[in-house]
């Protein structure tokens, strides 16, 4: 892995940077973890035999799975799949000029693609099934989430937040 990393990052610091943080959030100790969302979903209808796949597999994997690499407590993950099913909203649509507390259910795969907004995203608490506050400013949004060390504020610009979507709890 380490030669063929070179190979690819020969030259280009942006790439090596982005492929870094890719190889230290995706090693093989938090991909072969992965797995374990998947089977305590399969574990949950194995007994009976049959399941609407999509409904009761696909859908929630990629959300369970995410909340798991990222280390989220359980409770996160329950909160984050029920918002899921619930009418989620762009931060844009939701947030005014009153504070207001919503879920967050999804990060949009734009926002996705962006290793360096992820990492921001993270640090400021902006993760699916954790809650924050948010209020419209001029700039675009501003997003406070509470956590053991207190809150922590970020104004996000309106393009960013119109990929991040959240719903009422």
């Known amino acids: 892995m ?7 990052c020969r030259g280009n610091a942006n790439e090596a940077a ?6 230290q959030i995706f090693s093989p100790a938090v991909a072969h973890s992965a797995a374990h969302p998947a089977n305590e979903l399969i574990d949950k ?38 918002a899921e099913g619930e009418q989620a909203e762009a931060m844009t649509q939701v947030a005014s000029e009153l504070a207001e507390r919503v879920i967050v259910c999804r990060i949009s795969e734009q926002v996705q693609s962006d290793a360096s907004l992820m990492l921001k995203l993270k640090r400021i608490g902006i993760q699916p099934g954790r809650e924050v506050t948010l209020a419209l400013n001029d700039d675009g949004v501003q997003v406070t989430s509470e956590d053991k060390a207190g809150g922590i504020t970020a104004e996000l610009p309106r393009l960013v937040a119109a990929h991040l979507f959240v719903t009422r709890p």
């Open 45 to 82: 209808f194995v007994d009976d035999g049959q399941t609407e796949l999509v409904e009761n597999f696909s859908v929630p994997l990629p959300l369970i799975t995410i909340a798991h690499i990222l280390g989220l407590p359980a409770d996160a993950k329950q909160r984050a799949l029920a």
């Open 2 to 8: 380490n030669v063929a990393f070179a190979q690819a």
């Open 18 to 23: 982005l492929l870094l943080q890719f190889f």
